[in-house]
């Protein structure tokens, strides 16, 4: 009984997310889903992502959180379009969010949409908003174990964002184990090692996107 | 609609909560219910605070994670009783899966049942499963801001573990910005700085639990 409601809501989002993805196809617009566990560093991720791509990548972002605007109000002080959406409780952003968000917002040129979804590692990853690309942050303060715990957000996402690496010198995180757990979860997962404080990786990261974004796949 | 059919969900969730209470309360057992993001450090605290409490307060602890059985095989491997709930998918634990569990366990003589809910800031604060204290940690790493982006989470606590707080020196962290806003929201909660990693401040949170496990309250 529970289980047939939920598929309900499972496909009710899945429709809104096509209708998400061919509003943005019929723009040429590529969007990015930024999924991570509260505090793992997404929204300094994205103020250092926009850094990289500016003055070449128009984007626009849209930012998910429970309650307050302080994330899209720091993207706006850059002069970069954004959008916040407040969910109220609820743990993850739908289609049906995004689509409201994509409709308010001046997609005129835009290029890129970053849609930051709630800091959660569980619900996000079974909600399609109609993204082209699921990019998670693991942030090495919460360890190299992670994947064995929230198994369906490390497989579904195509990018895995290892952040915070200049704190490996101050835990017992292993770059080693974690790459082999995450590889044989998802072999095609492509990882950047970064860190938001000192920049280091950043560069790699942003040359990547630039390429994916223009050649729209 | 859908807020209706939430309310069913917490209403079933409630009355299974108080079983949970009953039965604990029938045989003088405590029951703590731990909640922090993936990776705050929640199963290293665990085992820091049986150590703290061994051979003084008889304790089992039920582990509550997406997949696997890491945690319950860490505790299980010191001794203590611990029994593991798969939520297979599900962000949090409910009061039924308590239930199951502590009816599985052997809770003779046990004065502190300890719950390890599943790493969410969201959803675990929703839902009662019977216990007498609610305690979130927030790791260091995670950032001061917090609090207002994960409101329920910090109101609804009865303690809030800082941990990590060896890394401060390698982060932004500024911890009377924390306390000032969580004191802000939950005037009455008790805050505790630890370091599972150095066992610093970890004495002061023992003897506090000891005597709360004691009264009974």
């Not at 598929?7 to 999924?35: K, P, Q, W």
Request: aromatic residues 4%.
């Amino acid at each position: 009984m529970e289980i047939e409601v939920l598929e309900g809501v499972f496909d009710a989002n899945e429709i809104i997310a096509r209708e998400n993805r061919s509003l943005l196809d019929g723009r040429g617009a590529f969007m990015l889903n930024l999924m991570a566990s509260p505090g793992a560093g997404k929204t300094s991720f994205i103020m250092k992502t926009l850094e990289g791509i500016s003055g070449e990548i128009k984007t626009a972002v849209i930012e998910g959180d429970i309650a307050g605007k302080v994330d899209s109000e720091r993207i706006a002080a850059t002069g970069v379009q954004a959008i916040q959406i407040n969910t109220g409780g609820s743990c993850h952003l739908e289609a049906r969010q995004v689509n409201t968000a994509l409709n308010r917002l001046d997609l005129e040129g835009v290029q890129l949409v970053i849609v930051e979804n709630v800091g959660n590692l569980v619900c996000p990853a079974e909600f399609k908003l109609g993204e082209d690309l699921k990019v998670m942050i693991l942030s090495v303060a919460e360890g190299d174990d992670k994947p064995l715990k929230y198994p369906l957000m490390f497989s579904e996402s195509d990018v895995l964002i290892v952040n915070k690496i200049d704190l490996i010198p101050h835990t017992d995180f292993d770059m080693e184990r974690l790459e082999e757990t995450v590889l044989k979860m998802n072999p095609s997962v492509v990882i950047f090692k970064v860190s938001c404080r000192t920049g280091e990786g950043l560069d790699a990261w942003t040359a990547w996107l630039k390429k994916r974004v223009r050649s729209g796949a």
